[in-house]
C-alpha cells in the first residue's frame, strides 16, 4: 500500500505495493484542504527533495528538486559506507521535473535513492516526467541482470500509475543498462508503450533529448573511469568487515598455538604483523588493482591482484621480525590481493561470467598452496613451533 | 571498450543465427560494448571478446535470433553457486548490494 503520488518515505516492504500505485489506492488523493499544505496527509512525511505537487488527470504527482542537499549528501557518504544500503529508497510511482504536460518525455528509473538522486540533477531546465520501478533499492543495471528492473514490472507500473493518461504520446525511455531486463517489444505489446533506449549516462540525458531521443554511439558505450573502480573498491572496506574479523581472530590462534601451548607474546606478534599484511594485501586488491587496472599485466583478474599485492605488500618489510616471517607476510598480502581482486569482476563492466568462471578454476588451488606456504613461513618466522 | 580494456578471449556464449536476423539493429543499440554491427540488412558479430554476457541483444531481439548464457560475473556469485550447487547467485550480503552483480 504505497502511493508514491504523495512523494512520502516508502512505509510498506517492497513488493506490496505492486498494484497499487495512482490515486485509486490512495482511496480520496490527497487534495488539499484549508489550513494544510498540499499533498499532505496525516502521518506522511513528505521528502525533502519534494518541492511541490502538480495536479494531473491522474491526481497530484510530487514534484522533485534537481539539486542535490545535504540530505542526499550525506545519506549517499552513509550508503557508501555500508549503512542502511538496503533501505536506501524511494517509493516507486511517477514523480515530475519543472512543469511537464502530456507531450513531455517519461524517463524510467529504479527506487535506489542514489540512482534517482544521479537521475534527477541532470535533468535541470527540463520538463519530464519519471516513472520509478520498484527495485526493491538496487540499482538499475543489477536489478536488470535480477529481472527486478524488468519487462514485468515497467508494463505493471505504467498501467498502476495510469500512465496513458497523463501523456499523449507512447514512448518511454528506458536507460540503455536496463535493456539486459527489458524486453523492448514485450513493453509494447504488454501496455502499449515503445521503448526508447536511452544512454548509459545519465548526464547525457539531456544531450540525448535535445536530438530528439537519439543517443550518438559514445553514449551507448560503458567506460570504466578510474574514479569509478575506485569507488566500487573502497566499498569492500565496508562489506569485508566480517571477514577482517575472522583474519583476525585465525592468526591470533595460529600464532599462538604452539610451543609452550599458548603463547600470548606469539600470539600478539602473529597478529598484528599478520594482519598488517593482510590489510596491505586487501588495499593492493580492493584499491591499487581497480586503480591500476588497465596497465597490471594479463587479463586475469588474479593475477592483476597478484602482481597489485606484490607491490603494495612489499611494505612488510618495515615491520618483519625477520626474513622467514617477512616472505610468509610478503607472500600472504600477495595471495588477500589476488583473492580480492578475482572479486573485483563482480565489479567491473567488462568481464563475462564464463571468463570469470575460467579464471577462478586456475586460481582458486593456486591461491590456496600460495596461503598455505605464507602461513607456514611466517608461523615459522613468529617462532617457537 | 576502445581496446583499453579485454577480457579472456574465447571463451563467451555468445551466438547469432544470421538466418534469423531481420535487420532491426536493436541489438546493435542496446549492448554496451558494441559487439554488433548492422550492414546492408544483418546484424553480425563484430567484437566476440568484448560481449560480457549481459543479455541485453538476446532478450531484445524479437526475431530471436541470438542466444547467449545470461549472467553475472560476480566471483563471489559464483562461489555461491558452487556452494549451492545452484545456479550462481549474487546476493552479496542480501541487501541489494551495487557493488556486486
Ligand atoms: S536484434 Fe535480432 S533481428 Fe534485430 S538486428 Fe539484431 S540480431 Fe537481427
Ligand atoms: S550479451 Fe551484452 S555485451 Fe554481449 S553482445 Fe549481447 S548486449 Fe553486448
Known sequence: ?385 | MGGRFRYIPGVVTLRMDPHRCSGCGVCAQVCPHGVFVVEGGTASIADRDACMECGACALNCASGAIEVEQGVGCARAIINGWITGGPPSCDCGGDGSSTCC
Open chain 1, 1 to 385: 500500500m504505497s502511493c508514491s503520488a504523495i512523494g512520502r518515505e516508502l512505509s510498506a516492504p517492497p513488493g506490496s505495493d505492486a498494484q497499487s500505485c495512482g490515486p485509486g489506492a490512495c482511496g480520496a488523493g490527497p487534495t488539499s484542504t484549508d489550513g494544510a499544505g498540499q499533498g499532505e496527509l496525516p502521518g506522511y512525511r513528505r521528502w525533502h527533495f519534494v518541492s511541490s505537487f502538480l495536479e494531473t488527470p491522474v491526481g497530484p504527482v510530487p514534484v522533485v528538486k534537481t539539486s542535490l542537499e545535504r540530505p542526499d549528501r550525506v545519506g549517499a557518504a552513509l550508503v557508501r559506507l555500508g549503512v542502511g544500503r538496503g533501505r536506501y529508497r524511494v517509493a516507486p510511482g511517477l514523480y515530475a521535473v519543472g512543469a511537464p504536460g502530456p507531450e513531455s518525455p517519461v524517463l524510467v528509473t529504479a527506487n535506489y535513492k542514489l540512482t534517482f538522486d544521479s537521475l534527477r540533477k541532470e535533468l535541470a531546465g527540463l520538463n519530464a516526467w519519471i516513472l520509478v520501478l520498484d527495485t526493491a533499492g538496487v540499482n538499475v543495471w543489477c536489478a536488470a541482470g535480477k529481472k527486478t528492473f524488468g519487462t514485468m514490472e515497467l508494463a505493471r507500473r505504467v498501467a498502476a500509475c495510469g500512465l496513458t493518461e497523463v501523456v499523449s504520446h507512447r514512448r518511454l525511455v528506458v536507460p540503455q543498462l536496463g535493456a539486459p531486463g527489458v524486453a523492448a517489444h514485450e513493453v509494447k505489446r504488454l501496455c502499449g508503450f515503445r521503448v526508447v533506449f536511452g544512454p548509459v549516462r545519465a548526464a547525457d540525458i539531456p544531450a540525448f533529448l535535445e536530438a530528439g531521443m537519439k543517443a550518438t554511439p559514445a553514449m551507448r558505450r560503458v567506460e570504466f573511469p578510474a574514479l569509478d573502480r575506485v569507488a566500487v573498491g573502497l566499498v569492500e572496506f565496508a562489506n569485508e568487515r566480517r571477514t577482517m574479523l575472522w583474519v583476525a581472530l585465525a592468526l591470533l590462534a595460529l600464532a599462538g598455538i604452539g610451543q609452550g601451548v599458548f603463547s600470548l607474546q606469539r600470539a600478539w606478534l602473529g597478529l598484528w604483523t599478520g594482519f598488517a599484511a593482510y590489510m596491505l594485501g586487501f588495499a593492493g586488491g580492493n584499491v591499487l588493482c581497480p586503480l591500476a587496472l588497465p596497465w597490471l599485466p594479463g587479463r586475469s583478474f588474479a593475477l592483476k591482484g597478484a602482481v597489485a599485492g606484490l607491490a603494495a605488500g612489499a611494505g612488510v618489510w618495515a615491520f618483519a621480525p625477520n626474513a622467514l616471517a617477512g616472505l610468509g607476510l610478503w607472500l600472504g598480502a600477495a595471495v588477500a590481493a589476488s583473492w580480492y581482486g578475482m572479486n573485483f569482476t563482480g565489479s567491473s563492466t567488462y568481464t563475462s561470467p564464463t571468463g570469470v568462471e575460467k579464471e577462478m578454476r586456475a586460481a582458486i588451488p593456486l591461491q590456496g598452496v600460495g596461503l598455505a606456504v605464507a602461513l607456514a613461513l611466517w608461523r615459522l618466522g613468529v617462532g617457537g613451533v
